[in-house]
C-alpha cells in the first residue's frame, strides 16, 4: 500500500493565530509498516520500500530491528529539537525495542538519519505509536523523507525554520474531524475490526503532525489520489489496462511523475487481488455476502449496500429475462464507517423493493455496466429519496459520491452494490469505475458459485426429503426411532435411506440401504430402489428373493447402480427376525433380559448392483424388549480408523439404558458422532421388538364348506366379547362372513385358517390355497357376485392381499374404540 500525506496550512488552537507560510509545502510518499507481537514485520507498504530500500517480500515476517537501520540523530542547527507536544528527539530503534518490550506506552515521534543502498544518508521523519489489544499487532510505524518537505512540485526550495514530526490532541486542529475520517486510509489492509481498534487508539494517543516554526503546525492528512489527478487521469487508466492484462506500462504514462503514478495503480491492483483472496472462502451465499461488503470498506469507499435478485437469495434457479421496474431487489448487506446504527431504521437489512426506471440503480442493473455520480445532487437526493416512502434518506447521500456497480455472471445481472463516499473524501473518478467494475466481476462470479451450489443442494435435499419416509412410532408389535445425519463435505446430499413397510400377520419390514456415491444421482437413485423394496415388500417376498430381485433390477437400471442393503422382517407372534444381508454392516441386537449387545452374525453378501451372488437369509429368535440397531457405514466409518472401532462403539453405546427410542437414538449419534473425521451421511434405524401376547392371538381352522361361514361368525363374535371389543363385533363379523366366504367358494384343498390379532389396531386374516388375488369390480344392480370387496372398502381401515407359499392371505384392520 502506497499512501502520500498533503501537508496544508492549517493553524488551529494552541499554534498561534496567524496563517502558515508554509502553505504549499507539496505532498510526499508515506511509509507505513506494522509490527507484530515477537517484533516481525506484518505490513510493509511500497512506500516503505522505496523509503528504505527493502522489498516487501524481504521485509514482512522479518525482524523490524534488522530492516529499520536507523541509529540516533542529533539535531541539525538549523533544527533544534522539537518540545512539547511529541516524545523524547530519539532513535527510531531505540523505540521499536522498548515498545516491543512492553515498555513504551505513549507514542513517540523524532528525526534519524538511515543510511539506503545505493542512496546518500538519507533524514527521515517518524511517528511510532504503541497497541494493546487482542490482535496481533503491536506497533504502528509512519515514516517520510524529510527532504522532500523542502521542495515544492516546481523545484524550488520552501524557506522554513525546522520541519519537526510531533503529535497533536483532536481538541488541536478545526479538521479534527476530517482527519478522523481520513486516517484509515493510511492504514494496512486489515479486518474493518482491526482497523477500527487501530484507528481508536490513534485517535486517542494523537494525530500525526509536522512543525515548521514554533507557531506553525500542520496535520498530517493521507490521500488516496495524486497531483494532477485530472490531467494524469487517462494515462493512470492506461497503466491499469496494460497491467492487468500482463503488458508492459506504456513509456509515455511512464514519463512525468512515474513511480507516483505508477505506485496508484499497482496499489489499485493490490486492492483487487486482497479483495480476491478475503471473498469466496466458502461456498455459503450468506457468508460470502458479507465478505463482499466488508471487502470494500473502509478502504475503497465509505458505505458499500448489497442488493441481489429474489431468486438469488432464495437459493432458486438462474433468473431469466432482463430486471424492469416491477423485479424485487432484496438488500442483504449494508456496511458503512458512520456511527453504529445511523442506517439501520431507515434501510434495514431484508428490505426488498423495486427500483424507478430514472434512477442510477436502474440505469445500472439494465446495462450491466457501473454507474458514476461524482456528486449526489439535491434533485437526484429527492429522486432516490421517494422511494423509501416516509423514510428520509436524504441526510445519509446528500453530496455524497456514489458509484452503482453490477454483480454479474454469465451476462446476467445477480444484483448490484451502491458503494457511497464521504463528502470530504475524494470523489470516485474514472479509476475508481474501472476498479469497481473489475471488484463486481470477481464478486458476481464468486456469489454465482454460491448461488449455485446453494440452488443444487436446496433441489438435492429437497429430493432427499422427499423420499425419506415419514415412519411411525409404532407398528404392530415394535416402537421404531430414526435418525438421519447429511454429510460434512461439499456435495453432502447421499444415497442413505431407512424405511419400514407393514405386512401382513402383523409383521413388519425394517430397511437400511446406502446407495454408492453422493449428489443428486446418488439421491434419484436412492428414490428408485428406496420405491422397488416397498413394492416388493408389500408382495410379502421372503428377504433372501427380495434382495435377489433387487439387485437384478439394479443391473438393469444401469451399470453404476451399486448399494448396500439389509433387509429384515419381524415376526412379534412368533417372537422371531428373519433377515438377509446386501454387502451391508451387520445389525446390532440388543438383549432386554441382561443388556448384553451384540452384532448379528449375517452372510454378508455382494452389494446390490454387482449380479450374479447368491443371498442367504437367518432366522434370528428375539423376546419381547429386544432392540435391532440397524445403521449406514458413515456412522461407525471413520478415514484413517479400523471400522471394528466403530462397531464397537456402535455395541456399546447402544446397550447403554435410555429413557426412550429418542433418548437410544442420540446416545448412539452422540458416542459416534464426536469422535471427528466423519464425512458421510448417516442413516440409522431402532426398532423395540415388544412382540404380541398369546392371549391378544385367536386362530381357528375352517373346513371348505358353506356351514363354516356360520361358525366363523360365531367364534369370532365370541372372541370379540372376551376382548372387551363389543363395538366392533357387527362390523367385524360382516367383514369375516365375506372373506370366509369368499374363502370357502374358492379354496382347492381341505385348509383354510382365520386369525384375529388384537394390537393397536384389530386385524383380520383369511388363508386359503387358491393363489388367485381377489380383485375389486363394479358391480351392476342385478350382479350376484362382486360387492364384497367393494364393501370391505368401505368398512375397513386398510385391507390388502398378499400371495404365499401355499395360497394367499386376504387382511382388513379396524380401528379400536377409545377406551372409556
Given at each position: 500500500?502506497?499512501?502520500?500525506i498533503?501537508?496544508?496550512?492549517?493553524t488551529?488552537?494552541g499554534?498561534?493565530?496567524?496563517t502558515?507560510?508554509?502553505?504549499?509545502?507539496?505532498?510526499?510518499?508515506l511509509?507505513?509498516?506494522?509490527?507484530?507481537?515477537?517484533?516481525?514485520?506484518?505490513?510493509w507498504?511500497?512506500?516503505a520500500?522505496r523509503?528504505?530500500?527493502?522489498?516487501?517480500d524481504?521485509?514482512?515476517?522479518?525482524p523490524a530491528?534488522?530492516?529499520?537501520?536507523?541509529?540516533g540523530a542529533?539535531?541539525?542547527?538549523?533544527?533544534?529539537?522539537?518540545?512539547?507536544a511529541?516524545g523524547?528527539?530519539d532513535a527510531?530503534?531505540?523505540d521499536?525495542?522498548?515498545?516491543?518490550d512492553g515498555?513504551?506506552?505513549?507514542?513517540?515521534a523524532?528525526?534519524?538519519?538511515?543510511?539506503?543502498?545505493?542512496?546518500?544518508?538519507i533524514d527521515?521523519?517518524?511517528?511510532?505509536?504503541?497497541?494493546v489489544?487482542?490482535?496481533?499487532?503491536?506497533?504502528?510505524v509512519?515514516a517520510?523523507d524529510?527532504?522532500?518537505l523542502?521542495?515544492r512540485?516546481?523545484?524550488?526550495?520552501?524557506?522554513?525554520?525546522?520541519i519537526?514530526?510531533?503529535?497533536?490532541?483532536?481538541t488541536?486542529?478545526p479538521?479534527?474531524e476530517?482527519l478522523?475520517?481520513?486516517?484509515?486510509?493510511?492504514?494496512?489492509?486489515?479486518?474493518?475490526?482491526?482497523?477500527?481498534?487501530?484507528?481508536?487508539?490513534?485517535?486517542?494517543?494523537g494525530?500525526?503532525?509536522?512543525?515548521?516554526?514554533q507557531?506553525?503546525?500542520v496535520p498530517?492528512?493521507p490521500d488516496?489520489?495524486?497531483p494532477?489527478?485530472?490531467?494524469?487521469r487517462?494515462?493512470r487508466e492506461?497503466a491499469?489496462?496494460?497491467?492487468?492484462?500482463?503488458?508492459p506500462?506504456p513509456q509515455?504514462?511512464?514519463?512525468?511523475?512515474?513511480?507516483?503514478?505508477y505506485a496508484?495503480?499497482?496499489?489499485?491492483l493490490?486492492f483487487?487481488?486482497?479483495?480476491s483472496g478475503?471473498?469466496g472462502?466458502?461456498?455459503?451465499?450468506?457468508?460470502?455476502?458479507?465478505?463482499?461488503?466488508k471487502?470494500v470498506?473502509p478502504r475503497f469507499?465509505d458505505v458499500?449496500?448489497?442488493y441481489?435478485?429474489?431468486q438469488?437469495?432464495?437459493?432458486?434457479?438462474?433468473?431469466?429475462g432482463?430486471p424492469?421496474?416491477t423485479?424485487?431487489?432484496?438488500?442483504?448487506?449494508?456496511?458503512?464507517?458512520?456511527?453504529?446504527?445511523?442506517?439501520?431504521d431507515?434501510v434495514?437489512?431484508?428490505?426488498?423493493?423495486p427500483?424507478?426506471?430514472?434512477?442510477?440503480f436502474f440505469?445500472?442493473?439494465?446495462t450491466?455496466?457501473?454507474?458514476l455520480?461524482?456528486?449526489?445532487?439535491e434533485q437526484?437526493?429527492h429522486?432516490?429519496a421517494?422511494?423509501?416512502?416516509?423514510?428520509?434518506?436524504?441526510?445519509?447521500?446528500?453530496?455524497?459520491?456514489?458509484?452503482?456497480?453490477?454483480l454479474?455472471a454469465?451476462n446476467?445481472?445477480?444484483g448490484?452494490m451502491?458503494?457511497?463516499?464521504?463528502p470530504?473524501r475524494?470523489?470516485?473518478d474514472?479509476?475508481?469505475r474501472?476498479?469497481?467494475?473489475?471488484?463486481?466481476?470477481?464478486?458476481g462470479?464468486?456469489?454465482?458459485n454460491?448461488?449455485?451450489?446453494?440452488?443444487q443442494?436446496n433441489?438435492?435435499e429437497?429430493?432427499?426429503?422427499?423420499m425419506?419416509p415419514?415412519?411411525?412410532?409404532?407398528?404392530?408389535?415394535?416402537?421404531?426411532?430414526?435418525?438421519?445425519?447429511?454429510?460434512?463435505l461439499l456435495?453432502?446430499v447421499?444415497?442413505?435411506?431407512?424405511?419400514?413397510?407393514?405386512?401382513?400377520?402383523?409383521r413388519?419390514?425394517?430397511?437400511?440401504?446406502?446407495?454408492?456415491?453422493?449428489?443428486l444421482?446418488?439421491a434419484?437413485m436412492?428414490g428408485?430402489?428406496?420405491t422397488?423394496?416397498?413394492?416388493?415388500?408389500?408382495?410379502?417376498?421372503?428377504p433372501a428373493?427380495?434382495?435377489?430381485?433387487?439387485d437384478?433390477l439394479?443391473?438393469?437400471?444401469g451399470e453404476?447402480?451399486?448399494?448396500?442393503?439389509?433387509?429384515?422382517v419381524?415376526?412379534?407372534?412368533?417372537?422371531e427376525?428373519?433377515?438377509?444381508?446386501a454387502?451391508?454392516?451387520?445389525?446390532?441386537?440388543?438383549r432386554?433380559?441382561?443388556?448384553r449387545?451384540?452384532?448379528?452374525d449375517?452372510?454378508t453378501?455382494?452389494?446390490i448392483g454387482?449380479?450374479?451372488?447368491?443371498f442367504e437369509?437367518v432366522r434370528?429368535?428375539?423376546?419381547?424388549?429386544?432392540?435391532?440397531?440397524?445403521?449406514?457405514?458413515g456412522l461407525v466409518?471413520v478415514?484413517?480408523?479400523?471400522?471394528?472401532?466403530?462397531l464397537a462403539t456402535?455395541c456399546e453405546?447402544?446397550?447403554?439404558?435410555a429413557?426412550?427410542?429418542?433418548?437410544a437414538?442420540d446416545?448412539?449419534i452422540?458416542?459416534l458422532?464426536?469422535?471427528?473425521?466423519?464425512?458421510?451421511?448417516?442413516?440409522?434405524?431402532?426398532a423395540?421388538?415388544n412382540?404380541?401376547e398369546p392371549?391378544?392371538?385367536?386362530e381357528?381352522?375352517?373346513?371348505p364348506?358353506?356351514?363354516?361361514?356360520?361358525?366363523?361368525?360365531?367364534?369370532v363374535?365370541?372372541q370379540?366379547y372376551?376382548?372387551?371389543l363389543?363395538?366392533l363385533?357387527?362390523?367385524?363379523?360382516?367383514?369375516?362372513d365375506?372373506l370366509?366366504?369368499?374363502?370357502?367358494r374358492?379354496?382347492?384343498?381341505r385348509?383354510?385358517?382365520?386369525?384375529?390379532?388384537?394390537?393397536?389396531?384389530?386385524?383380520?386374516?383369511v388363508?386359503?390355497?387358491?393363489?388367485t388375488?381377489p380383485?375389486?369390480?363394479?358391480?351392476a344392480p342385478?350382479?350376484?357376485?362382486?360387492?364384497g370387496l367393494?364393501?370391505?372398502?368401505?368398512l375397513?381401515?386398510e385391507?390388502?392381499?398378499t400371495?404365499?407359499?401355499?395360497?394367499?392371505?386376504?387382511?382388513?384392520e379396524?380401528t379400536?374404540?377409545?377406551?372409556?
Amino acid at each position: 500500500m502506497d499512501r502520500g500525506i498533503d501537508t496544508g496550512a492549517t493553524t488551529g488552537h494552541g499554534a498561534g493565530d496567524g496563517t502558515a507560510g508554509h502553505a504549499a509545502v507539496g505532498r510526499i510518499p508515506l511509509a507505513v509498516v506494522v509490527v507484530d507481537r515477537a517484533g516481525l514485520v506484518s505490513h510493509w507498504s511500497t512506500g516503505a520500500r522505496r523509503l528504505f530500500g527493502t522489498t516487501k517480500d524481504d521485509a514482512v515476517g522479518h525482524p523490524a530491528l534488522d530492516l529499520l537501520p536507523v541509529s540516533g540523530a542529533l539535531p541539525d542547527e538549523d533544527d533544534p529539537p522539537a518540545h512539547g507536544a511529541y516524545g523524547p528527539y530519539d532513535a527510531l530503534g531505540h523505540d521499536l525495542e522498548t515498545s516491543l518490550d512492553g515498555h513504551l506506552s505513549y507514542p513517540a515521534a523524532g528525526r534519524a538519519r538511515l543510511t539506503v543502498p545505493g542512496r546518500d544518508r538519507i533524514d527521515v521523519l517518524w511517528w511510532a505509536y504503541p497497541l494493546v489489544g487482542p490482535g496481533r499487532e503491536r506497533l504502528l510505524v509512519l515514516a517520510a523523507d524529510a527532504e522532500t518537505l523542502r521542495r515544492r512540485d516546481d523545484g524550488a526550495a520552501v524557506a522554513v525554520e525546522r520541519i519537526a514530526p510531533g503529535f497533536a490532541l483532536h481538541t488541536d486542529f478545526p479538521g479534527a474531524e476530517e482527519l478522523a475520517r481520513r486516517l484509515p486510509e493510511i492504514l494496512p489492509s486489515m479486518s474493518v475490526g482491526e482497523s477500527a481498534r487501530i484507528v481508536a487508539q490513534v485517535l486517542e494517543l494523537g494525530y500525526p503532525v509536522l512543525e515548521f516554526s514554533q507557531n506553525d503546525r500542520v496535520p498530517v492528512t493521507p490521500d488516496w489520489g495524486v497531483p494532477r489527478r485530472a490531467e494524469r487521469r487517462a494515462r493512470r487508466e492506461r497503466a491499469a489496462r496494460a497491467v492487468a492484462e500482463g503488458l508492459p506500462v506504456p513509456q509515455d504514462v511512464r514519463d512525468e511523475g512515474e513511480d507516483l503514478e505508477y505506485a496508484a495503480v499497482r496499489e489499485r491492483l493490490e486492492f483487487l487481488n486482497e479483495v480476491s483472496g478475503r471473498i469466496g472462502t466458502s461456498l455459503d451465499l450468506s457468508r460470502t455476502i458479507v465478505e463482499v461488503s466488508k471487502a470494500v470498506v473502509p478502504r475503497f469507499t465509505d458505505v458499500a449496500g448489497t442488493y441481489l435478485r429474489e431468486q438469488v437469495v432464495a437459493g432458486e434457479g438462474f433468473p431469466e429475462g432482463v430486471p424492469d421496474t416491477t423485479t424485487m431487489w432484496h438488500r442483504v448487506a449494508l456496511e458503512h464507517t458512520d456511527e453504529p446504527g445511523r442506517w439501520d431504521d431507515v434501510v434495514p437489512v431484508g428490505e426488498a423493493m423495486p427500483f424507478p426506471a430514472h434512477t442510477p440503480f436502474f440505469q445500472c442493473m439494465t446495462t450491466g455496466e457501473p454507474v458514476l455520480v461524482p456528486r449526489i445532487s439535491e434533485q437526484m437526493g429527492h429522486a432516490i429519496a421517494a422511494q423509501f416512502e416516509k423514510r428520509d434518506i436524504r441526510p445519509l447521500i446528500s453530496n455524497r459520491s456514489m458509484l452503482v456497480v453490477p454483480l454479474k455472471a454469465r451476462n446476467v445481472v445477480l444484483g448490484f452494490m451502491i458503494l457511497l463516499r464521504h463528502p470530504e473524501r475524494e470523489v470516485f473518478d474514472d479509476m475508481d469505475r474501472v476498479t469497481g467494475a473489475e471488484l463486481a466481476a470477481r464478486a458476481g462470479l464468486v456469489l454465482d458459485n454460491a448461488r449455485m451450489y446453494t440452488y443444487q443442494e436446496n433441489v438435492a435435499e429437497t429430493l432427499q426429503d422427499s423420499m425419506l419416509p415419514q415412519i411411525e412410532a409404532h407398528m404392530a408389535g415394535c416402537d421404531i426411532a430414526t435418525r438421519y445425519l447429511p454429510g460434512t463435505l461439499l456435495g453432502r446430499v447421499g444415497g442413505d435411506w431407512f424405511d419400514s413397510v407393514k405386512l401382513p400377520g402383523a409383521r413388519t419390514a425394517l430397511v437400511v440401504g446406502d446407495v454408492m456415491g453422493h449428489g443428486l444421482n446418488s439421491a434419484a437413485m436412492m428414490g428408485q430402489l428406496r420405491t422397488a423394496v416397498q413394492t416388493m415388500a408389500a408382495l410379502d417376498l421372503p428377504p433372501a428373493q427380495l434382495l435377489r430381485n433387487l439387485d437384478d433390477l439394479a443391473q438393469r437400471l444401469g451399470e453404476h447402480y451399486l448399494a448396500t442393503c439389509l433387509y429384515a422382517v419381524y415376526d412379534p407372534i412368533a417372537g422371531e427376525l428373519h433377515l438377509a444381508n446386501a454387502g451391508h454392516i451387520p445389525p446390532v441386537l440388543v438383549r432386554a433380559v441382561d443388556g448384553r449387545s451384540e452384532l448379528l452374525d449375517l452372510p454378508t453378501g455382494a452389494p446390490i448392483g454387482v449380479g450374479g451372488v447368491p443371498f442367504e437369509a437367518v432366522r434370528v429368535r428375539v423376546e419381547p424388549g429386544d432392540r435391532l440397531v440397524m445403521c449406514t457405514d458413515g456412522l461407525v466409518e471413520v478415514r484413517g480408523e479400523d471400522i471394528g472401532v466403530g462397531l464397537a462403539t456402535l455395541c456399546e453405546s447402544a446397550a447403554h439404558p435410555a429413557a426412550s427410542m429418542d433418548d437410544a437414538c442420540d446416545t448412539i449419534i452422540r458416542a459416534l458422532n464426536t469422535r471427528g473425521g466423519r464425512k458421510d451421511d448417516v442413516a440409522l434405524l431402532m426398532a423395540r421388538l415388544n412382540g404380541i401376547e398369546p392371549e391378544d392371538v385367536a386362530e381357528w381352522r375352517l373346513a371348505p364348506d358353506p356351514s363354516e361361514a356360520a361358525r366363523a361368525r360365531a367364534v369370532v363374535r365370541e372372541q370379540l366379547y372376551v376382548w372387551g371389543l363389543d363395538a366392533l363385533a357387527d362390523t367385524t363379523v360382516l367383514l369375516v362372513d365375506e372373506l370366509v366366504t369368499n374363502a370357502v367358494r374358492h379354496a382347492r384343498g381341505r385348509r383354510i385358517e382365520l386369525r384375529l390379532v388384537r394390537g393397536d389396531t384389530l386385524q383380520c386374516e383369511v388363508h386359503d390355497d387358491d393363489p388367485t388375488l381377489p380383485t375389486l369390480l363394479n358391480a351392476a344392480p342385478t350382479d350376484e357376485f362382486g360387492r364384497g370387496l367393494r364393501v370391505l372398502t368401505t368398512l375397513a381401515r386398510e385391507w390388502g392381499t398378499t400371495r404365499t407359499g401355499a395360497g394367499k392371505t386376504v387382511w382388513f384392520e379396524l380401528t379400536l374404540p377409545r377406551r372409556r
